[in-house]
């Protein structure tokens, strides 16, 4: 089975820079996926990882270190709109559903 | 042009209904999903369809019965709604049950269901 844990809140002001991590325990490893959670709307794909590095995307970026089991997301240059939930994912073994973990409250602050 | 669409948005109902909850996607995929997220904004999966076959059926009640007619569409139909159904139902698609690179799933907007 899997086991996917990441803080439940972060607090951080805007203009800074964050860090929320994830590890995960998976009988097969098949990618791992961040999710952004806006309250009251649906999740939206922030990034996939299935190969051990960093993958930079605007503000955004994610790491994954497969060995070690274990994933972050960084957000730079925070704004007030990043307040938001972000949800750490990975493929089930058979690569046929992703699983999340119980997402990461983070609240921006001015 | 809504890519996965739910009906309704909000469902408020009495204990003991049956309710359905309806789900289409127009991107094509082959995949649909529904999630079940609680008060704690936890996302547990509950049921996966592709190509109207029935791949994952978590522990779930037997009160929850879901039917995809075609690949576009998967409906969940609840009977004897409880308490404890109350949370935000989520559908979601992806292509070919593959969820790689840059694509992951297309969420719909999600179906708030109180059950009073």
């Known amino acids: 089975g899997q086991n996917i844990d990441q803080p439940t809140e972060m607090t951080a002001t805007e203009g800074a820079i964050v860090q929320i991590n994830c590890t995960y325990q998976?009988?097969?490893?098949?990618?791992l996926f961040w999710y952004q959670q806006h309250a009251g709307e649906a999740p939206t794909f922030l990034s996939y990882?299935?190969?051990?590095g960093l993958e930079e995307k605007g503000r955004f970026s994610s790491f994954l270190s497969r060995s070690k089991g274990y994933s972050y997301l960084l957000l730079k240059e925070l704004q007030m709109k990043d307040s938001a939930s972000y949800l750490c994912a990975v493929l089930s073994q058979a690569g046929t559903a992703l699983i999340f973990g119980k997402g990461t409250t983070l609240s921006v602050s001015s | 042009d809504t890519a996965v669409s739910q009906t309704p948005k909000y469902l408020v109902t009495q204990m003991g209904n049956d309710k359905s909850i309806k789900c289409e996607q127009n991107l094509g995929h082959d995949t649909m999903y529904w999630y079940k997220q609680d008060s704690k904004k936890f996302l547990k999966i509950m049921f996966s369809?592709?190509?109207?076959?029935?791949?994952i059926n978590e522990t779930v009640p037997n009160r929850f019965s879901p039917k995809s007619p075609d690949k576009a569409h998967l409906n969940l139909h609840i009977n004897s709604l409880e308490l404890g159904d109350s949370a935000v139902y989520f559908c979601a698609s992806s292509q070919n049950g593959k969820l790689g690179p840059s694509y992951g799933y297309t969420f719909g907007s999600g179906t708030r269901l109180t059950v009073v």
């Open positions: 990882n299935v190969l051990d």
């Open positions: 369809y592709n190509n109207k076959e029935l791949i």
């Open positions: 998976t009988s097969g490893f098949n990618g």
